[in-house]
Antibody, heavy 120, light 107 residues
Framework: EVQLVESGGGLVQPGGSLRLSCAASGFSFSSYWMSWVRQAPGKGLEWVANIKQDESEKYYVDSVKGRFTISRDNAKNSLCLQMNSLRAEDTAVYYC?????????????WGQGTLVTVSS | DIQMTQSPSSLSTSVGGRVTITCRTSQSISSYLNWYQQKPGKAPELLIYAASTLQSGVPSRFSGSGSGTDFTLTISSLQPEDFGTYYCQQTYDLPWTFGQGTKVEIK
């Protein structure tokens, strides 16, 4: 059974940093692209970042470029999101999601999410 | 960025009724269109990918159609468990973008 379990969320002051993790199990983690997707309270979904299997390609939404870094450890089946210079508008539930690529890209499995609150 | 416009923003239909949600994109995305269902407090779940392909395990009352800039998600016979918010997503070009969501309530 595919499982994705996020951790690391919490309350952080504006300008602060936080590192999110996602533990993957039940599939060959090193064979898949992975994503982070976020959802501000009461709002819709926003794609944040993608990472290729070997970390050779990483992509970000403009609003987090230069502040967030996506990474992975295939030996530990783990996905991370390092978030620096956090702003109030980064407050959201952050989901990790498995990506199916090829002819039709999509997120087929999602974690339960971890809440990040940026507030003084 | 490719803009996604879903309509309606919300709807209420009786059990057994037919539901149609539309998603329009600001430029052609071929068939790179996915649909997700999200229930309150839960993660989204993939329903339809490539505009019309049913994800494994998803009931056949869900269907998708369209290509280019206009897409439709249809629930042929609404069931009580179909409440929630539905999102379209384009994966034709980065940044991947989602529609604003359509909240479906059971009348």
């Amino acid at each position: 059974e595919v499982q994705l379990v996020e951790s690391g969320g919490g309350l952080v002051q504006p300008g602060g940093s936080l590192r999110l993790s996602c533990a993957a199990s039940g599939f060959s983690f090193s064979s898949y692209w992975m994503s982070w997707v976020r959802q501000a309270p009461g709002k819709g979904l926003e794609w944040v970042a993608n990472i290729k299997q070997d970390e050779s390609e990483k992509y970000y939404v403009d609003s987090v470029k230069g502040r967030f870094t996506i990474s992975r450890d295939n030996a530990k089946n783990s996905l991370c999101l390092q978030m620096n210079s956090l702003r109030a508008e980064d407050t959201a539930v952050y989901y990790c999601a498995r990506v199916i690529g090829g002819s039709s890209w999509r997120h087929d499995y999602w974690g339960q999410g971890t809440l990040v609150t940026v507030s003084s | 960025d490719i803009q996604m416009t879903q309509s309606p923003s919300s709807l209420s239909t009786s059990v057994g009724g037919r539901v149609t949600i539309t998603c329009r994109t600001s430029q052609s995305i071929s068939s790179y269109l996915n649909w997700y269902q999200q229930k309150p407090g839960k993660a989204p779940e993939l329903l339809i990918y490539a505009a019309s392909t049913l994800q494994s395990g998803v009931p056949s009352r869900f269907s998708g159609s369209g290509s280019g800039t206009d897409f439709t998600l249809t629930i042929s016979s609404l069931q009580p468990e179909d409440f929630g918010t539905y999102y379209c997503q384009q994966t034709y070009d980065l940044p991947w973008t989602f529609g604003q969501g359509t909240k479906v309530e059971i009348k």
